[in-house]
């Protein structure tokens, strides 16, 4: 009897199609492309989505809505994970490092959930308000950088 560790898979692929091996074959001649036409040809190709004529899937479905394309992506993290961060100054790099933003090439804005006792400089790309007032009022400071700067160290 067979043990359950020495079955194997069966072959789950056919064999590559072979084209142009003789008419015997039953893909010889044309080699399964038809008579005449574009994608008879070699080197043919249509663009991506083109659907030989039919209306493409990116056309028929229905659109509703405003997409801005020149709408700002921020990553977010609010006050309470700055405070349990011990260090003096936080900057982007910072906050990478300690695994609470993923991406140092996306701008980083700092809401104000959560309260914060100890002074600290915090660098980021934007603040709410909310999170400036509680910054400074704990006797912080708040440093808006820009994304090319950022960049540029990369």
Known sequence: ???????????????????????????????????????????????????GGQMPLQRRVPKRGFNNIFKEEYQVINIEQLAALDAA?????????????????????VLGTGEIAKSIKVTADAFSAAAKEKIEKAGGSV???SLKANTEEL
């Open 1 to 51: 009897m067979e043990q359950i560790y020495t079955l194997r898979k069966p072959e789950s692929h056919r064999d590559r199609k072979r084209v142009g091996r003789g008419t015997a074959s039953g893909h010889g001649k044309t080699s399964c492309r038809g008579q005449k036409g574009q994608m008879s040809r070699s080197g043919a190709r249509s663009k991506p989505g083109y659907e």
């Open 89 to 109: 100054e936080i900057s982007v790099d910072v906050l990478k490092k300690k695994g609470l933003i993923k991406k140092s090439n996306v701008k980083v804005k």
């Open 143 to 145: 440093v808006i950088q």
